[in-house]
């Protein structure tokens, strides 16, 4: 292993670092300055159970004492209960979302790698022609357009409007992650559709492709 490397992944190891305690400090010195309290919602609290529980949580510390303590449990993601759900701690809400976030983005990542090699491949033997137009329609407006208002669209037509799929997981069983996956894998299809297409042109162009074609090979042999 070289010298540069180590040096290199030192250098993002830092900034990593550096990274993670200026979003950390920026988070809590930004709460401090919203007014109200976490138990602003809740009136029928009587000041003696506000003072235990703020004591509870440490909220009645200095708030430098407060900030090292933020930033000490940060970096060993303990960041006690929650105050909206009580008796569950924070990293179990955040573990429990995290399973099904990664199913859909795994899912999504893999259709999007199919896809995308597919249609962009495809395109680029196609240049100029309806499907290639079609394609390149499609990936830049779907590029150019925010996936959270892709998801909008798509849950207002196929979950409000047309009712083919549920709105939501509680009881959509297996349907409830089409709309979710296919949100997720347009955009990064829509980006290796067009990067690969690019890149297959390229190689297209190239003198040792023409020399396949002029001997004969099918294109779908000089592609593979």
Known sequence: ?????LKYVSKRLLLGIFTFILVVTITFWVMQMVPGGPWLSEKSLSPEVIAQRTAMYGLDKPLFIQYLSYIGKAFTFNFGESLKF???LVTDRIFNAFKVSFLLGAIAAV??????????TYAATDQNK???RVIMFITTASVAM???VISLILLYLFAVTWKL????????????YVLPIFAEALYPTAYITRLVRSSTLD???????RT??????APSKILI
């Open 1 to 5: 292993m070289s010298v540069k490397f």
């Open 86 to 88: 009580n008796g569950q």
């Open 111 to 120: 259709i999007a790698l199919v896809l995308g090699t597919l249609f962009g």
């Open 130 to 132: 309806l499907f290639d």
């Open 146 to 148: 925010p996936t959270f």
């Open 165 to 176: 799929l549920p709105t939501s997981f509680a009881s959509g069983g297996a349907a409830a």
């Open 203 to 209: 190689v297209v162009g190239q003198d040792y492709m």
């Open 212 to 217: 396949a074609k002029a001997k004969g090979l």
